[in-house]
Each structure stands twice: as structure tokens, then as C-alpha cells.
């Protein structure tokens, strides 16, 4: 079975600083992998994915990820946060149409 | 394009009553996905679909069925709803050829 972990439930960050989001996955085959955020009260938005190509994806907002088969991992980047980027951030991969999602990570942007 | 869209948005039950969320996409998607919400568990896969007619289980099915008559609807029934499916459900239709999952606001359930 498929599983992701996120480390740390709660990231805090100040505004400008890095944000790094981490994400590790287990899987027998490369997976498709993604990340969402979740605003309060509303769905998920895809921010990106990768299936295959390039390892270091680009997405929404200044968001970029980095797969690295080796190391099972596609940890989430930005350099520089903002206070919009407040939210719940989710991994997930898919495998044969069915979709692992990780436990989230709450990014919290201090002035 | 609607997109993808839930109801009801909020439900309450007594334990041992069914009902049904509906769930209904207007992008022509084949594959449609019916999630439930946690805290600190993340989304888990209830069933999905990847066709009208064809459905199957995901992580968490027990006390759910599902039917895909349409491609448009993905109706999910809890058949005697316990406290612990009271969650927040999520509805996600994904595109055949870029894998991008499009996800319904959301039907915030409580069974008491």
C-alpha cells in the first residue's frame, strides 16, 4: 500500500523567509506525486505535479517542487513566504487511479 | 463550467439514518473520487470511479456505497450513519490526461 508522510503538522514561518514543506512517499514504482493547499472552509486547489519529465516542477504562486527518486521525497518550496500563503498543504500521490494523500502540513506566516 | 459541485453543504443525522451526498461535474472527467476529512489525517479515498458503470473501493469504504449511472453524477450513501462518519466529505472529479483532480466545497456531516 501506498503511504505519505509529511513532517511537522504545524510550520511557522516569517513573512519573506523560505518555506520548505516535506513530503516523503513509499512506493514500488514512480509514482504521479502532487501538492494542494486548502484555504479555510473551501476544497483543494492543485498548486503542482509532477508525472514525468523534469524533476524540479513549477506551480502557482511561487511555488516549486523537486522529485528525488533516491530519496523518496518531494518536499515544497518558495523563498520567499507571504501572508496569502496561510494555509494547509497537502501531498499526495496517485497509483493506478487511486490517490494517497498525506496528513497536512499548517503553514503559518508571521508578520 | 460549474466544476465540480456538492450537496447539501452541512447535513446533521441520528445515528442509524441514510442519506445521500450528491456529487456532480460538468468537465466530461472520467474519473470521479469521493474523499473524507480529518483532523490530522489528511483526505482518505472512500470509493472511486474511473467510468459510468465501474466503481471500487478505496481506503475507507465501509459504510458507504457509490453508483455511477452518468458520467455527471457520483452520488455517495452512507446506509445507517454512525457518529464516527461524522467528517467533512469531498467530492473530486480528475482529467484523464493531466491528472489533475478538481475537489467539490465540501459537505460538512455530523452524525449525533
Known amino acids: 500500500a501506498q503511504s505519505v508522510t509529511q513532517l511537522g503538522s504545524h510550520v511557522s514561518v516569517s513573512e519573506g523567509a523560505l518555506v520548505l514543506l516535506r513530503c516523503n512517499y513509499s512506493s514500488s514504482v514512480p509514482p504521479y506525486l502532487f501538492w494542494y493547499v486548502q484555504y479555510p472552509n473551501q476544497g483543494l486547489q492543485l498548486l503542482l505535479k509532477y508525472t514525468t519529465g523534469a524533476t524540479l516542477v513549477k506551480g502557482i504562486n511561487g511555488f516549486e517542487a523537486e522529485f528525488k527518486k533516491s530519496e523518496t521525497s518531494f518536499h515544497l518550496t518558495k523563498p520567499s513566504a507571504h501572508m496569502s500563503d496561510a494555509a494547509e498543504y497537502f501531498c499526495a500521490v496517485d497509483n493506478f487511479n487511486k490517490f494517497y494523500f498525506g496528513s497536512g502540513t499548517k503553514l503559518n506566516v508571521k508578520p | ?112
Not at chain 2, 489528511?42 to 459504510?63: C, K
Request: net charge negative; charged share 15%; aromatic share 10%.
Open chain 2, 1 to 112: 463550467n460549474a466544476g465540480v459541485t456538492q450537496t447539501p453543504k452541512f447535513q446533521v443525522l441520528k445515528t442509524g439514518q441514510s442519506m445521500t451526498l450528491q456529487c456532480a461535474q460538468d468537465m466530461n472527467h472520467e474519473y470521479m473520487s469521493w474523499y473524507r476529512q480529518d483532523p490530522g489525517m489528511g483526505l482518505r479515498l472512500i470509493h472511486y470511479s474511473v467510468g459510468a458503470g465501474i466503481t471500487d473501493q478505496g481506503e475507507v469504504p465501509n459504510g458507504y456505497n457509490v453508483s455511477r449511472s452518468t458520467t455527471e453524477d457520483f452520488p455517495l450513501r452512507l446506509l445507517s450513519a454512525a457518529p464516527s462518519q461524522t467528517s467533512v466529505y469531498f467530492c473530486a472529479s480528475t482529467t484523464g490526461d493531466t491528472y489533475e483532480q478538481y475537489f467539490g466545497p465540501g459537505t460538512r456531516l455530523t452524525v449525533t
